[in-house]
């Protein structure tokens, strides 16, 4: 059975040439572009919108497609070109813009692609207004403008730069130069290689790069997990690194591998962030609910407290600029510093844990035996939405005695744990994550699901 395409919260994500197309696309533009137009309305002068790819061989046609759609309804259109997703966020910021599009799939395979939405403050559209954005495609509800009134593209050249130039902003250079840190980067033949490698140089370090040219060829399974960094592992421990980075196709996410070559994992990514951040001043932080309560340690220990949302950097964004958060992001690698951006950024987290290594003069497997941590595991397994919402009420009736949180899918809380069941909003799967002091606990709570999952599946 062919995939759907889906249209969420996150934008649009498919299977190029099956379900997400050119004509595809360019009707999503036309979408954005009116939905950009209608907010702006009583405003003079000329509406532009951001648009960059990731590296994906698919991404200059989409690119292209989105580009035409948003011109046809009168938006002109700033082409940046191959960059980072936080780099559009950026860069529309900089450029004033009404709004951002990445063409991107994030740490989907090669076959997929999509389309991220950002609006004039960098994050992506709530909830409202995503939905009305995917009336409007459906509905070929678009505002054409007259030949006049077509929109132009324009490109730029300064992502790097501007990225770049607000990442140092937050650090101290001369205290990690100072370390000369030896790091290896694995970028996945993605977005991120070419911008990191400049920032290390930048910091002082010496980089060893694999899979770094934007071929959009992924080298490995995308997602920075465990199972597809074996090689980024090994070099690390060959080289004798100091550290080991790995993004994922739009640099939005990082995952880390110590010293010792071992993976510590992308939950590290922003409770590491947290504990420098936590360092020099006392705040909030904002994380949704699927992320590891190492932070919330990180955060108690200095008299800190952390806000929890539903998953999606917006949810998390929007709670930061709510809250005057002083850090903020995602367990998936995802950390975000409203002082660069309102979205995840690889390049944020590794500053930030490059400056908690150099300032304290620990390795990382020391720094990460400071914080410890507990039991995890993240899975999914196919389900459609009807198969979903099954599984999660049976769940409800075998965790009766739970806590339960259903502002995101269901997340039941036990005196020895939590476990987190979510419908994603990108793929048509079950997330489970469960998070417990030890692994024979979590098991046994994942067992449960499990057998709910088969009860329903088979």
Request: aromatic share 6%.
């Amino acid at each position: 059975m062919a995939e759907q395409l889906i249209i969420s919260v996150s934008g649009m994500r498919g299977i190029v040439g099956e379900n997400l197309t050119a004509s595809v696309a360019a009707d999503y533009g036309r979408a954005f572009g009116t939905f950009v137009k209608e907010s702006c309305a009583g405003k003079k002068g000329n509406f532009s919108v951001s648009v960059g790819r990731d590296s994906r061989p698919s991404g200059q046609q989409l690119l292209s497609a989105i580009a035409e759609g948003l011109c046809t309804v009168g938006i002109d259109v700033i082409d940046l070109g191959v960059v980072t997703t936080p780099c559009v966020g950026i860069m529309l910021r900089e450029l004033g813009c009404a709004g951002g599009v990445v063409v991107t799939a994030s740490h989907n395979p090669g076959q997929y692609n999509g389309i991220k939405l950002l609006l004039s403050n960098g994050i992506a559209p709530p909830s409202g207004a995503a939905e009305k954005i995917k009336q409007y495609f459906f509905d070929k509800h678009f505002c054409f403008a007259d030949s006049s009134g077509r929109g132009k593209v324009t490109s730029s050249e300064q992502a790097d730069t501007a990225h770049i130039a607000k990442v140092l902003a937050i650090v101290d250079r001369g205290t990690i130069a100072a370390k000369k840190f030896k790091v290896v980067l694995d970028s996945v033949n993605g977005a991120g290689g070419r911008i990191t490698k400049i920032l290390l140089a930048e910091l002082g370090c010496e980089v060893s790069a694999i899979n770094d040219e934007p071929t959009g060829l992924f080298a490995h399974a995308p997602e920075p997990i465990a199972d597809n960094l074996r090689e980024l592992c090994e070099i690390v421990k060959t080289e004798r690194a100091d550290i080991g980075f790995a993004q994922d196709p739009d640099a939005d996410r990082l995952a880390i591998v110590d010293e010792n070559g071992s993976y510590i994992g992308e939950e590290y990514s922003l409770a590491l962030s947290a504990k420098y951040i936590f360092s020099k001043k006392t705040g909030k932080a904002a994380t949704n609910l699927s992320t590891s309560r190492m932070i919330d340690d990180v955060a108690e220990k200095v008299g800190g407290r952390v806000i929890r949302t539903a998953v999606g950097e917006a949810n998390v964004a929007a709670a930061m600029f709510e809250n005057d958060c002083i850090i903020g992001g995602e367990g998936n690698g995802g950390v975000i510093d409203l002082r660069v951006g309102p979205i995840r950024d690889s390049l944020v987290g590794i500053a930030l844990v490059l400056q908690l290594m150099a300032e304290t003069g620990k390795t990382i497997s020391q720094l990460v035996g400071e914080i410890g941590g507990y039991y995890m595991s993240k899975d999914k397994f196919t389900a459609d939405t009807l198969q979903a919402q099954k599984i999660l009420n049976l769940a409800k009736k075998a965790f009766a005695d739970a806590k339960l949180d259903t502002t995101d899918g269901c997340r039941f809380d036990f005196d020895d744990g939590w476990l987190h069941l979510r419908a994603s909003n990108t793929e048509p799967v079950i997330r489970i994550i469960v998070e417990a002091k030890d692994r024979r606990t979590g098991e046994k709570y994942v067992d449960t699901v499990l057998k709910i999952r088969g009860e329903v599946l088979d």
